[in-house]
Structure formats: C-alpha cells, structure tokens
C-alpha cells in the first residue's frame, strides 16, 4: 500500500508541475542553513503529508466499496421486481 501512496504522491507533485531543474543535484550537497531540526521538521511534514495521502486512499476505497454495494443492491432489486 505504500507504493499507492508514493505514486500518488508522485502524481500530485507532477500535478503541480514537479520538483524543477537541479533539485537532484542541489539535494547532493546540505546547505549552511540545515541543521537537524530542519531536516527532523521536513521529515514530520511528509509523514504528515504520507498520513493524509493514506486517510484519503481508505476513504476513496471505503466509497468506492459501498457504491458498489449500493449498485448490487440495485441490481438485485431491479431482478427481482421483473
């Protein structure tokens, strides 16, 4: 499941026109300004982020789970009323 939450993640910052020219380079090196805390505070906002892509993942599949049930229950309805 958390290969589905990485591509998803991955889609989103496509969607939002991705991460730009150079940040692979950029990230071989750690600029003056990163200390621990900084990296601890990022590291806090993907989990975060990873937590929200997961709640919504679930209830995306709880609503797909009961939309179909709904559609069998119409189903089985619609037969029986023939």
Known sequence: MRSVLV???MARMAAAGGAGAGVEAEAQYV???DTWEDVRKHFSALRNE???LEAQYQEAMERRR???LRR???SEFAR???
């Open 7 to 9: 591509a998803a993640m």
């Open 31 to 33: 600029r003056a300004g």
């Open 50 to 52: 990873v937590s929200t």
């Open 66 to 68: 009961l939309e179909a």
């Open 72 to 74: 069998q229950e119409e």
């Open 80 to 82: 029986r009323g023939r």
